[in-house]
Nanobody
C-alpha cells in the first residue's frame, strides 16, 4: 500500500492550491480517507476527512469554509482544495486511510487512520 501526495508548493497568503493523494497497491473506494498536517514545531493535526462514498465530510474548525476535501474513487485519489491560504497553514500535509472497510456512510472521524503517505510541503508567505 502506497499513498503518494502531491500538489504542495510556495504560495502567497490568500492564494490557493489543490493537493492530491493517489493510493496504489489496492483500491480504497470502500475506506474513509483524511488529510492531516504538521506545521514547523507543531504536533500533527487533523485537517479534513471524507467517507468512502464522499457523501460525508468533516473539517477542523481552523480550515472550515476554506478547505474542501473530495475524492474520485475511479482513480483512487483524494483531493484537498485549500483556499484563502494563511501563513499559519504552512505545514507538511499528509493523506491517510482508515483500514476498516465499509464504514457507515455517515461516519467520518478525526482519528483512527492506519495508512499514511509521505506528505507534501505547503508554504504560505505573508
Amino acid at each position: 500500500v502506497q499513498l503518494q501526495a502531491s500538489g504542495g508548493g510556495l504560495v502567497q497568503a490568500g492564494g490557493s492550491l489543490r493537493l492530491s493523494c493517489t493510493a496504489s497497491g489496492r483500491a480504497f473506494s470502500n475506506n474513509n480517507m483524511a488529510w492531516f498536517r504538521q506545521g514547523p514545531g507543531k504536533e500533527r493535526e487533523f485537517v479534513a476527512a471524507i467517507s468512502r462514498s464522499g457523501g460525508s465530510t468533516l473539517y477542523a474548525d481552523s480550515v472550515k469554509g476554506r478547505f474542501i476535501i473530495s475524492r474520485d474513487n475511479a482513480i483512487n485519489t483524494v483531493y484537498l482544495q485549500i483556499n484563502s491560504l494563511k501563513p499559519g497553514d504552512t505545514a507538511v500535509y499528509y493523506c491517510a486511510v482508515d483500514r476498516t472497510l465499509y464504514r457507515d456512510s455517515s461516519y467520518v472521524s478525526r482519528t483512527g487512520y492506519d495508512y499514511w503517505g509521505q506528505g507534501t510541503q505547503v508554504t504560505v508567505s505573508s
